[in-house]
């Protein structure tokens, strides 16, 4: 369950059950405080109501001394009046004693009791005896007769009476503290057992969280740090393992996603490149040979796209040349076996004029078909032209293609920016909990203090606080421990701070490759961009060889226009030999250079 949480909720789930089992703890500690606290003061309860029973009888003790001196001697002077101030003291002892006692109603009756017969000692008994012996004044035998006085022997019995229900009182009293004393030493025990067992869990559950979140936070970037490492080294098959669904799965199916996407769009680039590279470089071998005169090449480049119909057309503008130049050589083969005959018969002329005027007839005829030829030639010229200007256009159309995916490489550059900000974002949540580290830092010293204040307090206390400032020292030993486990996961943040950071160097690493695949598409663009303006030098090329055609076709034109001119001749043989044989003589030069012409041409048989 814990892997589909998001990182955010998993640092604060982690923390937040370190500081619940912090809070719990200290609660119970402060329970524990609250009961040692407690029976802290019932201790000293106890011993203000021990030290009041002692100066009470201290009170008693002078009182007797100073009246017996005076019952012995009788002197005056030995009344020196302190005998107020030590019965007013003891009453004022007494009633402490029964106001501390309220709430232990025996004790209390007893300290009422002792008031009672202590008081009534110190105002009757005691003055009953004071002035018995002061009307005896100085008489002999005054001190035996007070010792066997009724007076003294009452006043005795109420100081013993008293004197008892004060010890019993003070046996009760050390009997409750020796009480209060082993539940104190229970309580300093389960204090004790509480923050051990509490520290051993924080302690655990500390290691605990830690462990989780390192699996759960630095697996999934290590991870994604390999994979973008090894397709920074040139393996394009490399991909995450997305083993969890926060916000580190959401990044590593999104950069396979990317992965996939370039690998796919380099195979098609890299396929579309070589296809169009063997077909550009058929076509150029093709027209470097016609470039020449070898017009034996077959163009075997077929297809619907520009490059297909530019082979096409190329080809079938191959097959009308070969055609077109073997009906030349034909005809020129033709034309110079006619003129040689003429010039042989010149003085034959008249006897054969009408064999010369079916010659003539059948060399008009010739002429005409070389004049069809060179029109078809001259269309074949004009589709070829045709076809360059489309197969521009087409390289043109590849060109916009490869720039759009320019465009989509650097949408991929944004998508890994934005890769950066989330990891950034990251870097800045581990700062957050830094601050919580500090917090919880400042808890710990807090505690220390707190621990420290107790030990004095303790020391103060003497032998009673010495437990406590064993408890003390626990809790200032915790304090440390609970600083020291900060600092640990304060340094484990920062080794996840600098895995982010090496992240961020691997994505802008990553992002530098895309920009170095979006310099080669635009190479490849200017690559394209140089092909398109080779296909366009063609068209002036089949603009000169087209006015050539049209040169031939004016030639094939006046050709016919003498051919009808030597046919006039012809019919006037008799009339004009020697215009006849100046014709013949033209006739011959003008084979002669179609034949040299033309000879220049290969053309498979």
């Avoid at 101030?85 to 025996?106: F, P």
């Avoid at 040349?321 to 002329?349: C, D, Y």
């Avoid at 600092?487 to 080794?495: F, N």
């Amino acid at each position: 369950m814990i892997k589909n949480l998001s990182i955010k909720h998993k640092l604060y789930f982690g923390f937040g059950t370190i500081l619940a089992v912090l809070i719990i703890l200290l609660l119970l500690a402060y329970n524990r405080f609250q009961s040692l606290a407690e029976a802290n003061n019932w201790d000293k309860h106890t011993m203000e109501v021990l030290h009041d029973i002692d100066t009470v009888n201290n009170a008693i003790l002078s009182i007797q001394v100073e009246v017996r001196g005076y019952l012995l001697t009788g002197n005056e002077a030995a009344l020196s009046g302190g005998d107020k101030d030590k019965i007013a003291e003891m009453k004022r002892d007494l009633r402490q004693l029964v106001k501390l006692t309220a709430d232990n109603h025996e004790q209390n009756e007893r300290f009422k009791k002792a008031e009672a017969v202590l008081t009534t000692w110190a105002d009757t008994l005691m003055r009953a005896q004071i002035d018995k012996r002061r009307s005896l004044g100085n008489t002999a035998g005054a001190a035996d007769q007070m010792g066997q006085s009724r007076e003294l022997r009452d006043a005795a019995n109420a100081v013993l009476e008293g004197r008892r229900l004060l010890d019993e009182a003070a046996a009760e009293e050390d009997r409750l503290l020796a009480q209060r004393t082993q539940v104190s030493q229970r309580q300093q025990e389960n204090m004790l057992m509480v923050l051990t067992v509490g520290g051993a869990v924080c302690v655990t559950l500390s290691l605990l969280v830690v462990i989780l979140l390192s699996k759960a936070i630095l697996a999934p970037l290590a991870n994604l740090t390999w994979a973008v490492g090894r397709i920074t080294a040139g393996d394009q098959n490399a991909r995450a393992t997305v083993n969890t669904g926060d916000e580190l799965g959401q990044v590593g199916n999104a950069f396979n996603q990317m992965a996939q996407f370039i690998q796919t769009s380099q195979e098609k680039e890299r396929a579309a490149t070589d296809l169009l590279k063997s077909k550009v470089d058929t076509l150029l071998v093709a027209i470097n040979k016609a470039a020449v005169g070898d017009l034996t090449g077959n163009v075997a480049i077929g297809g619907e796209d520009a490059i297909g119909q530019l082979g096409g057309g190329m080809g079938r503008m191959f097959d009308n040349l070969r055609l077109l130049i073997n009906n030349v050589q034909k005809a020129g083969i033709q034309v110079t076996t006619s003129a040689t005959e003429i010039a042989a018969s010149a003085k034959e002329q008249e006897a054969m004029g009408v064999e010369q005027a079916q010659t003539s007839v059948e060399i008009l005829a010739t002429t005409k078909e070389i004049s069809s030829n060179t029109s078809q030639l001259l269309k074949t010229m004009e589709d070829a032209t045709a076809v360059a200007d489309y197969t521009t256009s087409a390289t043109a159309e590849a060109q916009g293609n490869l720039r759009r995916m320019d465009q989509t490489m650097h949408t991929m550059v944004a998508a890994t920016d934005s890769i950066n900000a989330k990891l950034a974002a990251l870097s800045e949540k581990a700062s957050n909990i830094n601050s919580v580290l500090t917090t919880i830092t400042k808890v710990a010293d807090q505690t220390n203090i707190l621990s420290l204040n107790a030990a004095i307090e303790a020391e103060k206390a003497g032998e009673a606080g010495r437990g406590f400032s064993v408890v003390a020292t626990e809790i200032r030993r915790l304090a440390d421990q609970t600083s020291v486990s900060t600092w640990d996961i304060e340094q484990m943040l920062k080794e996840m701070q600098s895995a982010v950071s090496a992240s961020v160097m691997g994505m802008d690493k990553f992002s530098e490759e895309i920009r170095r695949s979006v310099g080669e598409v635009r190479q490849v663009v200017e690559q394209l961009s140089g092909v398109m303006d080779q296909v366009q030098k063609l068209a002036p090329q089949f603009d000169a060889v087209l006015q050539g055609m049209q040169s031939q076709a004016v030639g094939a034109q006046q050709i016919t226009e003498t051919m009808m001119q030597l046919n006039d001749a012809t019919q006037q043989t008799v009339e004009s030999l020697k215009s006849t044989s100046e014709a013949v003589h033209q006739l011959q030069y003008a084979a002669t250079d179609l034949q040299a012409s033309v000879t220049t041409f290969a053309t498979a048989g």
